[in-house]
């Protein structure tokens, strides 16, 4: 195997040039800068993905470190904060140069195109692991939480649901990936490798939102994590759930439970007070690849979600344990 620090060297030492960073990748710790960010609250959040857990073996490595840095992405965007910096701990089985390569184009693609650095980390020999911190930056007091909902918000979504669900089944051979065209075949997973964070469209919405989290456990659990925080309810319009022509190739009655539990959207789920929506649309009307979707309403019923019959609907998704 190759040293550590010849694969730090040869992959991971991009050197970057910022003044936040006075010591970067090649000491003990690197040492920030925050001399330009006054009246501003670092936000710090933690990732882990083992392979077969969090993404099958097998995964381009391109796609893997796309995915690692894009769901940290996704929770400084949930929180409203700006990408400023990630530190990176890798577990490998072994140097493979062609592995390394591809996972560093991957990630390095996607931390350029949000202007975040990467400061240090940790390398070792064991099981495939990565473990990805991101750092970032929000208004004093301005984070977006989950706490936050009132009744009579409504709620939203960003982009659409379920697409990533629906191309981990086809990879899992749960469903004939056969019956869909190609086009939607690769969109779905795509959708699973190559996630979008809504960092730039969280930067408009932090303005207007009352809470926020990211979809990765599936819509109904994580709308769950509002509802418990805020200490409210939900009635949802299932008809308003937004789903992709690919994921509809599937009929819409098939497909609604992927968008409702598959988890792997990465999209934002927040809720807004009915007087602000209109300043929000405004807000995005130059903005027409920004996708959002009013699905529903907050209410009283404290941790229950319904539809719009006011039929129960049962909160599921993702288990970690």
């Given at each position: ?291 959002i979707s009013c699905i529903g309403k907050i209410n009283n019923n404290k941790g ?18």
């Open positions: 195997m190759n040293s550590e620090f010849n694969i730090i060297q040869q992959y991971f030492n991009w050197q970057p040039c910022s003044d936040s960073v006075a010591v970067g990748i090649g000491d003990d710790a690197a040492v920030l800068n925050f001399t330009h960010r006054q009246n501003q609250q670092l936000v710090i959040s933690v990732d882990t993905l083992i392979e077969g857990v969090h993404f099958p073996e097998n995964t381009p490595a391109k796609a893997i470190g796309h995915k690692v840095l894009a769901v940290n992405l996704s929770d400084l965007a949930a929180m409203g904060a700006e990408p400023a910096w990630f530190t990176l701990a890798l577990s490998l089985p072994e140097s493979n140069l062609e592995w390394l390569n591809d996972f560093s184009v991957g990630l390095k693609k996607l931390a350029d195109q949000y202007n975040i650095l990467l400061i240090g980390g940790d390398t070792t020999r064991g099981n495939l692991s990565l473990t990805l911190q991101v750092m970032g930056f929000v208004e004093t007091g301005k984070a977006l939480l989950r706490s936050g909902a009132k009744p009579n918000d409504k709620i939203y979504v960003t982009g659409t649901l379920g697409d990533a669900a629906i191309g981990l089944a086809m990879l899992q051979n749960r469903l004939d990936a056969s019956s869909y065209t190609q086009k939607a075949s690769e969109f779905c997973q795509k959708a699973l490798n190559y996630p979008q964070p809504q960092n730039h469209l969280s930067q408009i919405i932090k303005y207007y939102a009352t809470a926020c989290l990211d979809i990765s456990d599936g819509l109904l659990q994580d709308l769950g994590h509002i509802l418990n925080a805020s200490k409210v309810g939900a009635q949802l319009d299932l008809s308003l759930i937004p789903l992709s022509k690919s994921a509809l190739e599937l009929g819409r009655n098939q497909a609604l439970p992927y968008a409702l539990s598959g988890g792997d959207d990465y999209q934002l789920l927040f809720t807004i007070p009915p007087e602000k929506e209109q300043q929000l649309q405004n807000a995005l009307k130059d903005n027409h690849d920004l996708k229950k979600i319904t539809d719009y019959l006011g039929h129960r609907i049962n909160p599921a998704g993702y288990q970690h344990f």
